[in-house]
C-alpha cells in the first residue's frame, strides 16, 4: 500500500492522553507509519508539542490549536468546535494538493470532523469506537440531554462509516445494539499494549526495595488500582472490599492511581469507613511511576462495572503483576479465570475473597502472572495489532476500486 497515504484523526495523543483511546492511539499509529504513509491530526492543547513533527518512517504528526473541552452541558459543543479547528486545518492540506485513499477516526471525539470530510470529499471512513454512550451510561442516556446527543453523534458517526472496528467481541454487540451498525460493517480487532519494557520489572524486584518503601511498608501487601475514577470503573467497590481484606491483613494497603468526576465520592466512602490509614488516593501518576508500581505490588485490581477492554489491566499482566478484574465486558476476554488472573462480579465481598486468594497464594498467584504475561507477548503486541488494522484497511480500499 505504498502508494496510498491515509488520515487519522483523534482527539487524544501522547501529550492529551486521558484514557485507553490516547493509549490506543499512542500504540498504534507508530506502528502503522513504519509500513505506511499516515497522517495523524490532533488537537494542540495549552500550546503542547510541535505543530509538525515527524512519525516513525513514513507518518507526520499533525497539531492544530484548539481550546480544550471541559466537562458540562455544553460539552459536545465544545468538542465541535475543536473538530471544527482540525477540520480547517485537515482542508487545508487537501487543498493544497494532499490527497488521502481512506480516513480513520477514533470516537465520536472526532465524528464532527470526519463525517463531514467523509460527505465532501468521498474519502471512505473507518472508525475505531472505543465506548458507547449507552454503555458508559448502563442505558440510561434519554432523558439526560447531553447523553442524547452524544449519543446520537455516535448513531451518525456509526451509519457514515464504512468499516467499523470493535476492541472486543463485548464491544461488537453493544455497537450492534446500541448503535444499530449493521453486523457485517464491523470488525474486531483488541487493543496492545506497550510491553517491551514491562516485562522484565518484577525480574528486578530485588533492586527496587526503595521503591516499594515510597507506597508501603515490607510486610504491607501493596494493593494497585490505576485508572478513570469514575462510577463505572469501580474503585468504590474495591474500597469497600477492603475492610474484609483487613480483617486477615491488617496492614494491607490499598493505592488508588488515577482522577475523575467520582474522586470527591471515593474520598468520602474511604472517610466514612475510617480507612484513611489504609487507603490512599494519589490522583494522577507518570507512566514511570505506574510502571514502578506494577513491579513492586502484590496485586493489580480492575473492578470495573463497564470495559469495553481494559487496556490498563493488560498493562499490569505485561508488568507480571497478579491481576484481578471485573467479570465484564471485553475484561472477561482477555482475563482467563484461574489462568492468566481472577474474574469477578461487581460485589465488595467477592472482590475481596479474591485479594485474599491472591495474598494467602502468592505462588499460585505468581505462576498465573506468568501466564499472563506469555499471553500478551503472543497476542497483545501493537506490532500484531497494526498487521490486522492495515487488513481492514485492504479490505475497503479493495471495496472501493
Known amino acids: 500500500m505504498s502508494d496510498h497515504r491515509f488520515l487519522m484523526i483523534s482527539p487524544e495523543y501522547n501529550l492529551q492522553r486521558v484514557g485507553g483511546l490516547g493509549v490506543h492511539v499512542q500504540g498504534l499509529a507508530p506502528r502503522l507509519s513504519e509500513r505506511v504513509h499516515l497522517d495523524l491530526f490532533v488537537p494542540r492543547y495549552r500550546g503542547l508539542g510541535d505543530y509538525c513533527e515527524p512519525l516513525r518512517t513514513h507518518g507526520m504528526v499533525f497539531r492544530t490549536d484548539a481550546t480544550e473541552p471541559q466537562p458540562g452541558e455544553d460539552f459536545d459543543l465544545q468538542v465541535w468546535r475543536m473538530n471544527d479547528q482540525l477540520n480547517a486545518a485537515i482542508t487545508r492540506h487537501i487543498h493544497v494538493g494532499r490527497q488521502f485513499s481512506l480516513m480513520h477516526a477514533h470516537d465520536w471525539l472526532s465524528g464532527y470532523v470526519a463525517n463531514d470530510l467523509h460527505q465532501r470529499y468521498g474519502i471512505p471512513m473507518v472508525v475505531t469506537i472505543h465506548a458507547t454512550e449507552m454503555g458508559r451510561r448502563r442505558g440510561d442516556v434519554w432523558g439526560r440531554p447531553l447523553s442524547e446527543r452524544i449519543h446520537l453523534a455516535e448513531q451518525y458517526m456509526a451509519r457514515e462509516a464504512n468499516l467499523i472496528i470493535a476492541c472486543s467481541e463485548f464491544m461488537r454487540g453493544e455497537i450492534i445494539e446500541a448503535l444499530q451498525a449493521p453486523p457485517e460493517k464491523i470488525r474486531v480487532i483488541p487493543n496492545g499494549v506497550e510491553y517491551e519494557h514491562l516485562i522484565h520489572l518484577r525480574d528486578h524486584l530485588e533492586a527496587l526495595p526503595h521503591i516499594r518503601r515510597r507506597w508501603a511498608a515490607p510486610d504491607q501487601p501493596l494493593i494497585f488500582f490505576i485508572g478513570r475514577l469514575e462510577w463505572e470503573k469501580g474503585p468504590d467497590l474495591l474500597v469497600r472490599a477492603m475492610p474484609r481484606v483487613l480483617q486477615d491483613f491488617p496492614n494491607a494497603r490499598l493505592i488508588l492511581a488515577g482522577k475523575g468526576s467520582y474522586t470527591e465520592q471515593v474520598v468520602h466512602l474511604i472517610q466514612e469507613l475510617q480507612l484513611e490509614d489504609h487507603v490512599q488516593v494519589v490522583g494522577f501518576i507518570s507512566d514511570q511511576t505506574r510502571n ?110
Open 292 to 401: 514502578e508500581i506494577y513491579a513492586v505490588a502484590d496485586v493489580a485490581v480492575f473492578p470495573s462495572r463497564y470495559e469495553p477492554f481494559g487496556i490498563v489491566a493488560l498493562e499490569a499482566m505485561a508488568a507480571g503483576a497478579p491481576v484481578i478484574v471485573g467479570d465484564v465486558g471485553g475484561l472477561s476476554e482477555v482475563v482467563e479465570h484461574g489462568v492468566t488472573g481472577l474474574r469477578v462480579p461487581n460485589d465488595p465481598q467477592a472482590i475481596a475473597h479474591a485479594i485474599l486468594n491472591t495474598l494467602h497464594d502468592p505462588e499460585r498467584a505468581a505462576e498465573r502472572a506468568r501466564r499472563a504475561q506469555d499471553v500478551v507477548r503472543s497476542q497483545y503486541s501493537w506490532e500484531a495489532i497494526a498487521e490486522q488494522v492495515l487488513v481492514v484497511y485492504e479490505e475497503l480500499l479493495n471495496a472501493e476500486r
